[in-house]
């Protein structure tokens, strides 16, 4: 809410455009493969409670559920798109040896979320603009442990407001005025090309909808996700 | 929002509110302190100090790479910004490189790193000035391995100090010869 | 439906605030929570904690010292044992943390602080203790209902009181991550049991908990004394103690001084350069008592006792350092670098003299060594005599 806000008060002010729901391809994107190997990562997905003091509590069952419902949707949105994705078995994918791999690609989500998508001050200009960014040789190291030329990265934090947070943010509305910030869906997705290593697409999410506990909602979400992946 | 976004995946580089990167121009570029160095446009500058650092060179983002420029630093100060009255971390001016290189390890363990190591300090000349030169290595708090070196020269004027840093699995390698290039292009002004 | 929901509310307050504190049951050994329970997502986190750890770049991967601790955990752990999993990480400071899922994670700085395997046994049982009572668990809730009658009061208090303005503060959740003084005294009382069933000296209990405060000294925290922060030990908690000590009657109880010592000597070196290089110095100095006292001085402490002195730098620590200095080289099994320190003292001493001697006698002890020229170089600079 305020950062619609803000982003509104940004676009007015300097012509920046908002973060929102947005996809950016590299440059060149092009299905070359009739049938592109794409391996589906083990997700980082976090599903919590927010109590009505804001206190976020993980919800294990919650987690269990998303994770197979997304990765259930995802393959049945990549379907759509005319693309097939294979799950990963996790135990290679977490191998000791790719261990700085993984912490090298959650980084450079970490890097495109705050300098592609992330505020507009934030941009590098080196980069006009453009998804330029790589895992450079652990990509090989994936291609190897998975048996893919190309690797989707999901990282998805999902809360939801406890029914006490929902009572008190009405409280809050009509006593205060101030309102309270409830359930949110933010993540990434990124696919990366294990020949090259460069992260050909990226696509964020920052919402305060969606639910992955239910499978027709997860498949919302796994639709938005992907929805401008080259068909 | 963007405060929410940030803190559910982790993100913690402590970006300041008006901070804005800057494009580098292939040029001779004021780093500041009579420092200048040869730009390249692979390079981002983000004016705002890092790690207490006076200008912070970046080409992948903060996270993955960074150029620390220290520039006539003073003695009786600290290197890195602290909370709290440090004594115990201020450069002095009569220090050895051999100091200098432990007052870094120091700096970053402090900065919330594990396996921080240095390497031996080697002389060097450093704007054509006798300066050293050490490796360093070190793990974000997340776990991320990083490999670096810094090369600096303490003046009449102050410290000198350039400082890179990449990730081990891959930022490293890729920029160093970038980081080489803007060390080997360093002149200092003499007043 | 919200009303019922604000009545449910109202409820958890009321009997928060009533203090309604009847222990959770403790864990069985091989226990696993309901994966609907609240208690499950917290496991989970602390799973993913474990995985980090298990791959840390910090972690100790030493298989001795791994084999060494994790025997002595397993003693203590007794019916648990296959419920603990133990990390041992580079970290200088006193910490020790049991994650809710059995993971326990031990710093390199409270193995230093350590005088024998009892000591050991001591940490190892009350961590166990908090496992077994589910305090993680226990206090994450506590802090959950805390936040919520936070978040109500300072609404309430803002609308009564007709401010629209910054009823946000209220609403930040607040951490406090330190254990109550009844799940010490919980933990305690669990460490205590088994230490004595694993055959090690109950004594150990006090000793240690007694030499961690006497380290703290007056201050109320330290940064490098995070286990205290995070186990309160206050003057009643440590006579407690003693009292259920001194009723443990074990006279052929193990201390095992000199097999833990002989554990660690390999390490002791870089353990005790890790807790210099935090440069605090008050701190680091009482450590250093603490184990003088514990251990007795050899050339390594003597050494490193020198180089806080040095990086310090006050007015009369020149020569306090090069006192130490020649403490450790009348000592067996000097260091190298210690002359290259002492040159050091001496050059920003300006006594050109004996630092050219120092480094010389650095040179010639290691002349292979990996900063020879940068030492050659500080030569090279110095004014003739
Ligand atoms: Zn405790």
Not at chain 1, 120 to 148: E, H, I, M, N, Y
Not at chain 3, 83 to 96: F, S
Not at chain 3, 188 to 202: E, K, N, V
Request: net charge positive; charged share 20%; with cysteine.
């Amino acid at each position: 809410m305020r950062c619609r806000l803000a982003c509104l008060v940004l676009w007015a002010v300097i012509g920046a455009g908002c973060a929102q729901d947005t996809a950016r391809l590299a440059e060149g994107l092009r299905r070359t493969d009739a049938a592109p190997r794409i391996a589906l990562m083990p997700m980082d997905i976090l599903l919590s409670r927010v109590s009505a003091g804001g206190f976020s509590q993980p919800v294990a069952d919650w987690m269990a559920s998303a994770d197979y419902n997304l990765t259930q949707a995802l393959r049945q949105a990549a379907v759509e798109r005319g693309l097939v994705l294979r799950s990963v078995d996790p135990a290679p994918a977490a191998a000791p040896g790719l261990r700085q791999a993984q912490l090298l690609q959650d980084a450079v989500q970490d890097a495109i979320l705050l300098h592609h998508f992330g505020d507009a001050r934030d941009r590098l200009p080196s980069k006009f603009g453009s998804l330029r960014w790589s895992l450079g040789p652990t990509a090989r190291q994936l291609r190897d442990a998975v048996s893919a030329d190309y690797a989707l990265f999901v990282r998805l934090r999902d809360s939801y407001s406890s029914a006490g947070r929902r009572v008190l943010a009405v409280v809050s509305m009509v006593l205060v005025g101030m309102p309270l910030s409830g359930g949110q869906q933010v993540g990434i997705a990124t696919l990366v090309d294990l020949r090259t290593g460069q992260v050909v697409w990226a696509r964020a999410l920052d919402r305060s909808t969606g639910d992955l506990r239910d499978p027709g909602p997860a498949l919302e979400t796994a639709r938005l996700l992907l929805k401008d992946l080259p068909q | 929002m963007r405060r929410v976004l940030v803190l559910a995946l982790g993100l913690a580089v402590g970006l300041t509110a008006c901070a804005r990167f800057q494009p580098v121009q292939r040029d001779r570029v004021a780093v500041g302190g009579g420092l200048s160095v040869m730009g390249s446009a692979v390079w981002n500058r983000f004016p705002v100090g890092v790690l207490g650092a006076d200008a912070a060179w970046t080409q992948d983002g903060l996270p993955l790479d960074r150029v620390l420029f220290y520039v006539a630093h003073g003695d009786g100060t600290p290197l890195f910004e602290h909370g709290r009255d440090r004594r115990s971390l201020e450069y002095r001016a009569n220090m050895t490189a051999t100091e200098i290189a432990d007052l870094w390890a120091s700096e970053l363990a402090l900065a919330g790193n594990g396996d921080v190591r240095t390497g031996a300090p080697q002389p060097v000349r450093f704007a054509g000035l006798p300066g050293f030169r050490f490796d360093y290595s070190y793990a974000n708090p997340s776990g991320l391995v990083f490999d670096g070196f810094v090369v600096g020269a303490a003046t009449a004027k102050g410290l000198y100090l350039i400082a890179f840093a990449g990730t081990r699995a891959h930022h490293f390698l890729a920029y160093r010869s970038a980081a080489e290039h803007l060390i080997g292009s360093a002149e200092i002004a003499v007043e | 439906m919200r009303w019922i929901s604000l009545t449910a509310s109202a409820m958890t307050l009321l009997l928060a605030l009533g203090g309604c504190s009847a222990g959770l049951p403790e864990l069985v050994p091989r226990a696993r929570p309901d994966i609907r329970s609240d208690e499950a997502g917290l496991w989970l986190v602390a799973a993913k904690s474990e995985a980090a750890l298990q791959q840390a770049p910090t972690a100790i991967s030493d298989p001795g010292l791994n084999r060494y601790v994790r025997g002595i955990a397993c003693k203590v752990a007794g019916p648990y044992c296959p419920d603990i999993r133990v990390y041992l990480v580079r970290e200088p400071g006193l910490d020790a943390r049991m994650l809710p899922n059995g993971a326990l994670q031990i710093g390199s700085g409270l193995l230093l602080r350590l005088r024998d395997e009892a000591q050991l046994a001591a940490v190892i049982g009350h961590e166990l203790g908090h496992y077994v009572e589910r305090h993680s668990f226990d206090k994450a809730w506590r802090q959950r209902v805390g936040s919520d009658i936070r978040a109500w009061l300072g609404v309430l208090a803002q609308g009564l009181a007709g401010g629209g303005g910054d009823a946000a503060d209220a609403l930040m959740p607040v951490r406090d991550g330190a254990f109550s003084s009844s799940q010490e005294i919980a933990a305690d009382s669990i460490g205590l049991r088994q230490m004595t069933a694993a055959g090690y000296a109950p004594a150990a209990v006090v000793d240690f908990w007694h030499a961690s405060v006497a380290e703290l000294g007056e201050r109320q925290s330290s940064i490098a004394l995070r286990l205290l922060a995070r186990h309160p030990a206050p003057g009643s908690r440590l006579d407690r103690l003693r009292t259920a000590v001194a009723a443990v009657a074990e006279p052929h109880a193990v201390r095992g001084y000199v097999r833990y010592q002989a554990a660690l000597a390999p390490f002791r070196a870089a353990f005790l350069a890790d807790e210099v290089r935090l440069r605090l110095p008050t701190e680091t100095l009482r450590l250093f008592e603490r184990l003088r006292r514990q251990q007795g001085l050899d050339a390594t402490l003597a050494f490193y006792w020198g180089e806080v002195y040095r990086l310090r730098g006050w007015k009369d620590d020149r020569q306090l350092a090069l006192k130490f200095y020649g403490e450790a080289s009348r000592l067996p099994n000097a260091p190298v670098a210690l002359d290259r320190s002492i040159g050091l003292v001496r050059r920003s001493e300006s006594d050109w003299l004996a630092a050219r001697a120092a480094f010389r006698r650095y040179l010639a002890a290691a002349p292979d060594a990996a900063d020879a020229a940068m030492i050659r170089a500080y030569l090279a600079e110095m004014p003739e005599a």
